[in-house]
């Protein structure tokens, strides 16, 4: 494929931009290649401006669960927008999407719009604190929470062993109050919370990881989280920013069957827009200003294009379940067809899935943990994207990255994309 174009604007954009991206995965560092720089999209296609046509499997990170410039959401934004783009002050919306997501997750009791799933996490983390009077959190490696200082944290040496920042500019001090355990470990949690149970604030999850390829959550080790917060008097945040309203319309917890003290949200409820929210038990919630003392504002918070966008989006997922079962079953029919390519290659594959989220790995299973996801070849990933890419397959430059599926995704685009894997599976061997 040409991206003359793209080389040509990145070049640019990398004088003026770190790394020439706002973001840092954009950059392609990973895979040695100059990002396409995208013109428009429709459905499950992206188009870059030097013309090039690709099947998308990132759709802006998850929330294109609809593909992309669903009409309906066009044109609520676009009448919305005509009123203007931002007020500083309440709308009818803000309310209209609250009751929406609330209606779907009866663990939220109340609820706090946002502009972002980073800020969403930092701000759950911060009323947890609060209401708890506590400092320490509990994460886990491999799990993704937004880049706030207290969760760009890795593990100590040992279970109980400090914390160290992962980012320059994150104080070491600051590190002690967050303990970074093994997902999927129960005997890990319940040690932790024995030991240290009455200092722990609250335990941040993602029930589905997204940022380490795509993990679930063993049953058992939610079971485990739930149990030792109550016991311990801590509160349990599931971060739905990923899988909320993506693997279902009651969202992962409602897949899983468990009941968290806070929920943070993002993508989906945004419908592309820059949206994110928490929320949850009707006595934590009431401790965020100007309710209680755990402040937390935003100006644009609740901006009435964001709503419009979003409850567009919301109310197309919820009334018509289709939308579910068609992503789901795509996403079965991807999955099935690479491993089947990647078999007939004799490359060892593994893969996972939960809903319309899924992810290979470049490595035999099973797959439950980040210690196994890094048992992936990321050069054999590597060599793998750059061949998907050139055969106008548009995938996340990572192997740790999930695949997001919409119900915009044909059976041509899904078959059109195991094609192209065969061929560069055979390439790779």
């Given amino acids: 494929m040409n991206h003359s174009i793209s080389e040509k604007l990145f070049a640019e954009a990398k004088t003026l931009m770190p790394g020439g991206v706002n973001s840092p995965v954009r950059a392609y560092s990973n895979v040695g290649a100059v990002p396409p720089f995208i013109a428009r999209a429709k459905g499950s296609h992206i188009f870059d401006v030097d013309g090039n046509e ?39 919306l803000e309310s209209e999407l609250a009751k929406l997501v609330m209606s779907f997750v009866p663990s939220v009791e109340m609820i706090r719009m946002v502009n972002s799933g980073t800020e969403a996490t930092m701000s759950a983390i911060r009323a947890a604190r609060g209401f708890t009077g506590r400092d320490k959190i509990i994460k886990f490696e491999g799990c993704y929470h937004g880049h706030s200082d207290s969760l760009l944290i890795k593990a100590g040496s040992g279970m109980l062993t400090t914390g160290k920042p992962s980012s320059k500019g ?75 309203f993506r693997v279902g319309i009651h969202c992962a917890q409602g897949l899983y069957g468990i009941k968290p003290d806070l929920t943070t949200f993002g993508k989906i409820i945004g419908g592309g827009m820059p949206v994110g929210a928490y929320g949850g038990r009707l006595d934590v919630m009431q401790q965020i200003a100007p309710l209680g003392g755990i402040y937390q504002a935003g100006t644009l918070s609740g901006n009435p294009v964001a709503m419009a966008a979003g409850l567009a989006t919301m109310r197309e997922l919820s009334g018509n379940p289709e939308h579910y079962v068609r992503a789901e079953r795509s996403t079965t029919n991807l999955l099935n067809g690479l491993k089947d390519a990647a078999a007939s290659a004799g490359i060892p594959l593994t893969a996972n899935q939960v809903g319309s989220m ?72």
Avoid at 383 to 404: H, K, N, T, V
Wanted: charged share 20%; hydrophobic share 45%.
């Fill in 170 to 244: 994150v104080p070491a001090d600051l590190a002690k109050y967050t303990l970074t355990l093994q997902y999927n470990d129960v005997a890990g949690v319940r040690e932790t919370f024995d030991k240290i149970g009455d200092e722990i604030a609250g335990v941040i999850v993602e029930p589905v990881a997204g940022n380490m390829g795509v993990v679930p959550a063993k049953p058992e080790f939610l079971q485990a989280l739930s149990e030792e917060t109550k016991k311990h008097g801590a509160l349990l945040i599931v971060d739905e920013v990923m899988t909320g």
């Fill in 54 to 92: 690709y099947v998308d499997y990132v759709g802006s990170w998850g929330p294109m669960m609809l593909g992309h410039a669903h009409d309906a959401v066009i044109k609520a934004v676009a009448s919305t927008a005509e009123n203007g783009l931002s007020f500083g002050a309440p709308c009818g």
């Fill in 358 to 429: 899924g992810c290979i790995f470049f490595t035999e299973g099973p797959v439950q943990c980040f210690a196994d996801v890094q048992k992936s070849d990321l050069e054999l990933f590597r060599r793998y994207f750059l061949g998907m890419l050139d055969e106008g397959i548009y995938l996340a430059p990572s192997q740790f990255e999930a695949i997001f599926v919409s119900s915009a995704h044909t059976d041509d685009d899904i078959q059109k994309t195991v094609d192209a894997a065969k061929k560069v599976f055979k390439s790779l061997v």
